[in-house]
């Protein structure tokens, strides 16, 4: 049983990870500046699991924040066995707008992070990288070992990350590290009570169809319809975002069990192995809803690669994780949020009682 650190925790996919550590018998604290997020996730988390985790509301940036939550009130043994680390900015748009913010936040905020471990003498961490460190993979499906380039300020940030993670590896090999490059996390925990909750209209694609689905949104744009692909339209691995966090549990475990005194360095896919167009998700999320999702093919989106989906071998052989749930299974879910959450997290305010005045 540990006791983990989870940076992020209130956010979409550290929701989830927080409800399946809370569920395996972890201890777990968030340390969350909830800068895209509210407790309300953490709220119902806690009710899911039927037990409490502790919030620190705080940034990943203020280093005497870190070591007093680090420190170990001088017992032999460390406040935390192991960090996981989602804080983090992750809009691509935003970050070509704004690279500064995603450099301190993201670069500077890990750096921070990862000094006040070393001083705690906490050696064991979790991160969230991202496919998008394969740039535009020269083939599919996407292995481990392929080159690694970035388009975009967030795509920098993360190369940047993986690159520290291993120097620091390098530099004190008793360091056990796990860089976890995600695919397309979507989804919802199927009891409707916890998913993603984006601010404004959405980038992304699956929360995008959901909100046209129950009519917050007319048509959605279909961003290309002439890609070397089956039906023209952009190839991604979409993932359940609970075997994502699943994933995160046996990542856990994989460092843990390292023999003492060694370290190790993971990096792995987290990722289905199945590619799926934008019109298969469209037409899946119509059988998951039963209405019909109005679209319409428009300019491909600047910086998209056409197809992309993970080679997830080595998270199978290393980590003894696969993905169980299936493309319906990530719409129905999504779906059952959407409807239970029109809002997402944010209380729908009652409206004002009628004065009866005119305009
Ligand atoms: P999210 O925005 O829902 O969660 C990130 C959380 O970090 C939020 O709760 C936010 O309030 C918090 N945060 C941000 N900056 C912070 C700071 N300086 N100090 C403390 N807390 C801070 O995002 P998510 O989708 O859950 O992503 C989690 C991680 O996974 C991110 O690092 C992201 O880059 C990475 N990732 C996400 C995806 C995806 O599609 N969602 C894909 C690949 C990688
Ligand atoms: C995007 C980010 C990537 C990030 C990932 C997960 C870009 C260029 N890339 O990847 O860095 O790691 O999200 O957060 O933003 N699509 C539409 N209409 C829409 C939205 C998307 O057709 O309204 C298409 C896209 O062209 C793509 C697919 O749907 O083919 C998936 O898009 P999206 O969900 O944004 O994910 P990625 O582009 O893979």
Partial sequence: MANALVTGGAGYIGSHTCLELLQAGHSVTV??????????????????????????????????????????????????????HFAGLKAVGESVAQPLAYFDNNVLGTVCLLRAMAEAAVKILV???????????????????????????????KLMIEDMLEDLYRSDPTWRIGRLRYFNPVGAHASGLIGED?????????????????????????????????????????????????????ALRSLSQAEAGTGQLLTVNLGTGVGVSVLQLVKAFEQACGR???????????????????????????????????????????????????????????????TGATQ
């Fill in 292 to 354: 019909v999702i109005p679209y319409r093919v428009v300019a491909r989106r600047p910086g998209d690669v056409a197809a992309c989906y993970a080679n997830p071998h080595l998270a199978k052989t290393l980590l003894g994780w696969q993905a169980q749930r299936s493309l319906a299974d990530m719409c129905a879910d999504a779906w059952r949020w959407q409807v239970q959450n029109p809002q997402g997290y944010r209380l729908v305010s009652t409206p004002a009682p009628s």
């Fill in 31 to 84: 340390l969350d500046n909830l800068c895209n997020s509210s407790q309300e996730s953490l709220k119902r988390v806690q009710s899911l699991a039927g037990r409490a985790l502790d919030l620190v509301q705080g940034d990943i940036r203020d280093f005497d924040l870190l070591r007093r939550l680090l420190d170990s009130r001088g017992s032999k043994q460390p406040a935390f066995d192991a960090v996981v």
């Fill in 127 to 157: 991160f969230s990288s991202s496919a998008t460190v394969y740039g535009d993979p020269a083939s599919v499906p996407i292995s481990e070992e392929f080159p690694r380039s970035a388009t975009n300020p967030y795509g920098a940030s």
């Fill in 198 to 250: 984006p601010q404004g209209a959405p980038n992304n694609l699956m929360p995008y169809v959901s909100q046209v689905a129950i009519g917050q949104r007319e048509c959605l744009q279909v961003f290309g319809g002439d890609y070397p692909t089956p039906d023209g339209t952009g190839v991604r691995d979409y993932i359940h975002v609970v075997d994502l966090a699943k994933g995160h549990l046996a």
